[in-house]
């Protein structure tokens, strides 16, 4: 059942907050370990049984990518590409809609998680979902926040925080085709799609897990997954 | 009654976050437009009526930061220097004790902000506070989150959501002397002070913002400030 | 002839003047266009007839290139590789000497050149030498240079000349299997190895091209390539 | 009689080689030690009795540097300002010709150097010099170089040489009122203005050191300043 769902990764994007290292390397291209981020991905989708990919990119980076990944035989895979100038994340779902079946995984090419997706996608079936969303309880947001009462005393001060009844969205969706009329050129996966479907009441469920996942798109978060990968502690 | 709170400016700090840049600048004196952020920020506590620095600094810096601001007279202020190996940010407090008084503002040395200090001093005075934190109702996270319900079915869910139950602290607080207390080598003030002094039931209090502050701690956050201040759009 | 000639990659090394960007990728992986470094290297390798190739590798970069080059097939040839703890070039080569024959070709891994090793192979067999090492009369010196004449008038000054009458070694060198017992751990073939065969009165000889390589061993010279490639001046 | 010497500093200079510290911090203002490198400059210059300083710079930094050095006062010297966009070295002094007198002297920005001043004036005058540079027999180049017989045979061979014959220009010259007829917008001092001036005949006088200077126009050149400093090897 899962062997058939095919997966969209989103491999461009310009890596802004790594920049200047994406002046010379595609996020995607990043080595950590002995492998490439994009290999980590290929893998991890191969273990769960997804063999058909779609990769989408942009021009800046075709070559390079499909230089390396080619048909994904290599890797037990069988890749196609998807090229569409910068459009967003939901642009680009739409530039490869075509190549996209009744129900596609949306994979964004900075993450690195371990999640069980053949689970995720019974839930997304059992639900009859439009769109499911990995979302995870184990991600430590950012700053030190407070809580306040009336008064202006401050009942709760925590530094980086997990916010549990916040549960992180971990760039890993389930979608039904429906989705794709959601999918405009120079529109965002994250800040309109999903919004959208939640206005027009579709079947929206998150697939929730206690794991936390590893964006490489930062220096820090880059630094923190080399480390984890160095010392065996993560394994994709 | 403000102009004489001293202020103990936290500007030690490794800059991992900036690295490599800050291999080769200390991130006090990182220049944006016309001049470096602790030049913005000695300009902004002068504005605000506070005239006595403490500097906490660590020795990797010291030599160059006491070089460029000296005793702060070419800013108009008055500055000493309190030098110890990275002990933490409470732990640099407790290094520089003897220089501080009955109550005093710690600001973190990578932090823009524009909030009214004499009100906050009055607040803290008007609540007896022990400690007084600025948090501020408009910063963003980094993530996209959701709110999931008991059948696992998502009913919001926001991109980079500002969570106003959540105030964040913007490193900016007033202490009155008994924190030190609290204050020991290789602590942290956010992480183990202020939690201690939560738990032993002090009066730690929120002065609330609706504006908020930038810290220049990451490029991109770095990059932010450029843009604001190039646009003339931030004004400190 | 050449078809049996091995090279020996140096594909080791620091790469401190490209830091920070070989914190994140060794030398050879750096992309270029849609290929990396290394892969144009193979290319030009085979191209010119040379089909078996050692990749002499510290421990740092030895996972990653064996995961990317593996046996060398993809690339159309034959790939071996030696791992040596930063032991200097020669070092390196010494450290090989088990699977390298009786003339062997030695190939800087931050080198892109495009000469025609055939015939730089029939140079050292007529010439019987022991060492030969590719030279170009086309490599301007980074400085602004002066001649003085003896009342110290200038009489020549020229920004960053090429002086023909002092061509440079491109880093691409046949050696006869004699040069390995000059090749000892922590030394290096152009500080040692070549100014002791010449003082042994060896036959070294110097195979002289009017063509310019590319090392891309700096961030202006990498820029450099980089453009030369996208604009399709350099055809490797 | 060097007391009236004005010093005219080439502090504009886009600092690619240094991308991207130089899109935080422009060269002049990359601290090394304890100070900025302009600090460098401005004491050695103070300390050579040259105390008239016309800061050249161009759009991008003239605010930082003004705001940083304003009229010197503090460095025990007296700074004017030129701006001008980006118009070459000999471009940057055509800008500023009515602040240059009769004999100034010309610094590059990137430039460490430790070379008597006063002892250049007195060459200069001595020998009627329209135009002296400062030039160094001991700068290494940063290639292998060989000579070759006319048989192709090797005769030397070395690592990064010092070429003596070939004295290095260090960015120090003296120049009379006269050479400024040479100077035009986007043209080059090196490239363009002293190979005019030997074709035309002019009096061109080498002032030779055995001394090294440093330039920290690169990361490689700008590290090892940094451990000279650190070390107190290198004393400015």
Redesign the interface.
């Known amino acids: 059942m899962i062997s058939c769902l095919k997966a969209a990764i989103l491999a461009g994007g310009a890596g802004?907050?790594l920049?200047?290292?994406t002046a010379?390397?595609?996020k995607a291209?990043?080595?950590i370990?002995?492998?490439y981020v994009i290999e980590y991905i290929l893998e991890y989708l191969r273990a769960n049984e997804i063999n058909d990919i779609v990769m989408l990119v942009s021009n800046n980076e075709i070559?390079?990518l499909?230089?390396h990944i080619q048909d994904g035989s290599?890797f037990g895979v069988h890749v196609e590409y998807s090229t569409a100038e910068r459009v967003g994340t939901a642009g680009a779902l739409d530039a490869a809609k075509e190549l996209l079946g009744q129900t596609f995984l949306v994979y964004y090419g900075d993450v690195l998680a371990n999640i069980n997706l053949k689970k995720m996608m019974q839930?997304h079936l059992t639900?009859k979902a439009v769109c499911t969303?990995a979302?995870s309880t184990a991600?430590p947001?950012?700053?030190?926040?407070?809580?306040?009462d009336d008064?202006?005393?401050?009942?709760?001060?925590?530094?980086k925080p997990v916010?549990k009844?916040?549960?992180?969205?971990m760039g890993i969706h389930i979608f039904e085709r429906d989705v794709l009329s959601y999918c405009k050129p120079n529109t965002?996966i994250?800040?309109h799609v999903?919004?959208s479907l939640?206005r027009d009441g579709k079947?929206?469920?998150?697939?929730?897990t206690d794991k936390r996942h590893y964006d490489i798109g930062?220096?820090?978060s880059?630094e923190e997954v080399r480390q984890l990968v160095e010392n065996n502690k993560l394994l994709f």
């Open positions: 802004t907050r920049y200047p290292l010379y390397v595609p291209l990043i080595p370990g002995n492998k070559d390079l499909k230089n290599r839930l639900k969303l979302v991600v947001i950012e700053y030190g926040v407070a809580r306040v008064d202006g005393r401050i009942t709760y001060f925590e530094e916010l009844e916040y549960p992180v969205s965002d994250a800040q999903i919004p939640l079947r929206v469920y998150a697939y929730m930062t220096f820090k880059l």
